[in-house]
Nanobody, 119 residues
Framework: QVQLVESGGGLVQSGGSLRLSCTASGRRFSIYSMGWYRQAPGEQRELVARIGSGGGTDYTESVKGRFTLSRDNAKNAVYLQMNSLKPEDTAVYYC?????????????WGQGTQVTVSS
């Protein structure tokens, strides 16, 4: 099927930067988006940023101006550049690929990478 391999998480001080990478392999799709979700302890998983096939991006309000999502179609990869990190950004970050298959959207997930921002 689809495998999503993530890298780039870690521990950083408040105000610091991290770059997350996610590479997809396996089945290819013609209509799909890729992005990142995050889940903090005791919280629901939330969308951080997503980029569509055409390159359009959406960001959750709390990361606008600080995070930048980019995509390399040749490598089937997405990158999340996170600047000016805050303690509230601490969470497990999951790469997501959403593909249009057989008349419905299907979600594929990476294993998650921990991002910890210390104050």
């Amino acid at each position: 099927q689809v495998q999503l391999v993530e890298s780039g998480g870690g521990l950083v001080q408040s105000g610091g930067s991290l770059r997350l990478s996610c590479t997809a392999s396996g089945r290819r799709f013609s209509i799909y988006s890729m992005g990142w979700y995050r889940q903090a302890p005791g919280e629901q998983r939330e969308l951080v940023a997503r980029i569509g096939s055409g390159g359009g991006t959406d960001y959750t309000e709390s990361v606008k101006g600080r995070f930048t999502l980019s995509r390399d179609n040749a490598k089937n990869a997405v990158y999340l550049q996170m600047n000016s990190l805050k303690p509230e950004d601490t969470a497990v970050y999951y790469c997501n690929l959403r593909a249009w298959v057989g008349g419905s959207w299907n979600d594929y997930w990476g294993q998650g990478t921990q991002v910890t921002v210390s104050s």
